[in-house]
């Protein structure tokens, strides 16, 4: 079964388009299921019907025509239910609806199978027979297995043939609108750029080339490279390669000098295409002919060209892979937006930002934060190589991406910004106040950086210092380890800017989703791998380096605070402060007395809620990071956009297990903080300072509106609000009650969302 399988998606993804798609599926589904009959409903989301769009066995001229509301037929009976139904005589049941242009007279086992992908229903795949009877279990279960691996390619094909309709249709709201999650709130209409990281192929956009002669140059040289580097690993590793491994290598050497790869793209070029574009089509097509094919071997050597096409876009000049030109408001889209992608944007050009994979609590989405830009993540279909240049509106929070908006929804968007745009205004002209609750108790709003390469802002003055410098920018903007002296000048530039007001620089917390390109960790499990002090500990020859760097950069300012990330055990924070301990030591010898600084532990990980009162007897601060807490707590990857409405910080969990650092830390004099995203969510902050938080950190950009709610709230309101969250046991729940206590202190304006709504209920 799983060879029948494999050939049928291995045929659907080669296949042109969804109409020829769906075609082989139900062809090859009746063929492997001996059926009558197989057709397709998809879900067409403009009317809400499940239209017919192949059917084997059903008359031709009923297909693109019989289309079923969701209470109608037994179509909608199968997607209302989202299980399979197998009846023995369909014509019987009450949910039977006939249609006589279908010829479906003469069926009667009937086995309906909803197709499903991350809950949502795409459509329903059907198997009929002549006989009366049920279908076996094993049909049954054979078509559940065709539904649930079709389910991504359908949904895939459908995106394309989408992006095919985006090219020539004007513009049509519903379908042009594109859902994924909320990253960064704000609103950016622009013309969209398309990126991609050095990785995949698929993402290429469609570009022309203004100068073919150049482009044939960039694809010389990129074969010259490649070839240059696959030489040197085989002369390098021969002797440990097994023979396979040598002989893959020299296939590709082979593959370098083909005409049907090399001269196919070198004839695309000439023919207009951009280099990175021409590389695409030519070995995506070489490939897609050989997966198709029912040989194992061949099918092998389908991703082996797809590899050596990643080699080769990966040695093509830096230049032939950057966009080439940057529009005034340019809506940065890609798979993956990292943080090398987004500096290449001139920083008055980037309005926001869109990306495939990631949630929440992704690191880029803190970075568009950082930046005060919208963003959407975690839209999986993205049709990435249809976008580029195409206008379009971003709505970071409702985490939406309208492509080709129509008239009426663009100028409902710029009533939205000008909205927007007063509000920040308002903030603003406030934002200089000390932070301060109506009853007079102080909150320190601190500013969180690194991200980026941002080291210090322009404006400094209205923030109480740095709650978290995350130094891993530092290191990854870098080919090799920074040296000392490096460190010393990035750390000591930040503390000066800031200075007298304290700076909390976290030393490096690399692995999980922060990879060092010369440090490279291949890990099955990242998270919950070699992350953060676990590397520092296992490299103390750069664990020291750094802690020198940074107690060096100190001298004479005495602002700095050092945090340390994923702190799991008490051992942990023994041996850092020991180190840290010994590089103070002979930083006196060498230069007589020297400032000693706080040392503190990011609380991060369970361990530390349950130990938090005998870390918080070592350290000299305790710094929560919920951002790791809220994944880690609740078993939910912050990258992960398939469970990322399971990801919230304003969880109970995450509200009691805060509570309890917090009392510990009381208990013991040790000052806490939170510095993950969730200090800078307005309604979060609020919790957070009633459950006696009363340093929060934060992207700058989110200081403002936060100092503006707790500048109009007191402190014991907070405190009794926040007790009785922490009482109520669902996260919808601590929202609502959240919302409505802002609300009844006059601060409605303050939620994100209440924009929205407000413009909602006047439109
Ligand atoms: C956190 O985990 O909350 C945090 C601040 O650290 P990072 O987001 O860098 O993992
Ligand atoms: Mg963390």
Known sequence: MLKILH?????????????????????????????????????????????????????????GHISLKPDEGLIGYVAEEKRPINITNAQQHQRFRFFPQSGEESFHGFLGIPIIQHGQVLGVIVAQQKAKREFSEDEVAFLVTVSAQLAGVIAHAKSTQFSHQLKSRKSNTSLNQLHGLSGAPGIAIGKAVVVYPSLGLDTIPDRRTANPAIDLQLLEMAIQNTRRDIEAKLHQLEPLLRKETQALFEAYLAMLESDTLIGATRQEIESGLWVATALRVSFSKQANILAGMDDLYLRQRGSDILDLGRQILNHL????????????????IGEEITPSLLVEV??????????????????SAIL??????????????????????LEVIVDGYRGQVQLKPDRLTKQNYQQL?????????????????????????????????????QMAPAETSFTDGVGLFRTETLFQQMERFPSEQEQYQSYRDILQVFHPKPVCIRTLDIGGDKPLSYFP?????????WRGIRISLDHPEVFHVQLHALMRANLGLDNLHISIPMISQLAEINQALCIADQVRDELISRYGEFPAPQIGIMAEVPAAIFQCRQYAKRADFVSI??????????????????????????HPAVLTAIANMVADCQLENTPVSVCGEMAGDPLAAVLLVGLGVHSLSMPIMRIPRIKWILNHLDSRAMV????????????????EQTKAFLIANDLRPMIESSLLETHAAQG
Not at 319 to 331: F, M, N, V
Not at 633 to 639: F, G, H, I, T
């Open 625 to 650: 990071g919920t951002n790791d807490l809220t994944q880690y707590l609740l078993a939910v990857d912050r990258n992960n956009s398939r469970v990322a409405k399971l990801y919230d910080h304003l």
């Open 521 to 529: 960790i291949a890990e099955e499990n990242p998270f919950l791998g």
């Open 7 to 63: 050939s049928i998606v291995q045929e659907v993804s080669s296949a042109p388009n969804l109409d020829s798609a769906m075609r082989i599926i139900v062809e090859r589904v009746r063929s492997s299921m001996a059926a009558d009959l197989c057709s397709i409903y998809l879900f067409n989301p403009i009317d809400g019907s499940y239209l017919l769009t192949a059917s084997t066995g059903l008359k031709p001229e009923a297909i």
């Open 317 to 332: 000049e830096p230049g032939a892979r950057k966009p080439l030109h940057y529009p005034s408001q340019t809506i940065l």
């Open 346 to 363: 001139p920083p008055n050009k980037l309005a926001a930002i869109v990306q495939c994979r990631g949630a929440v609590a992704s690191h």
């Open 417 to 453: 910004i000008r909205t927007e745009e007063s509000l920040q205004n308002l903030l603003n002209s406030a934002r200089q106040k000390p932070c301060r609750t109506l009853d007079g108790a102080t909150v320190q709003l601190q500013v969180n950086l690194g991200l980026a390469g």
């Open 720 to 735: 009794e609000h926040s007790q009785l969250c922490l009482e109520l046991d669902t996260t919808s729940a601590i929202r």
């Open 368 to 389: 568009a934060q950082t930046l005060g830009i919208p963003a959407v993540m975690g839209i999986s279909n993205l049709p990435l190589r249809y976008l580029d240049g």
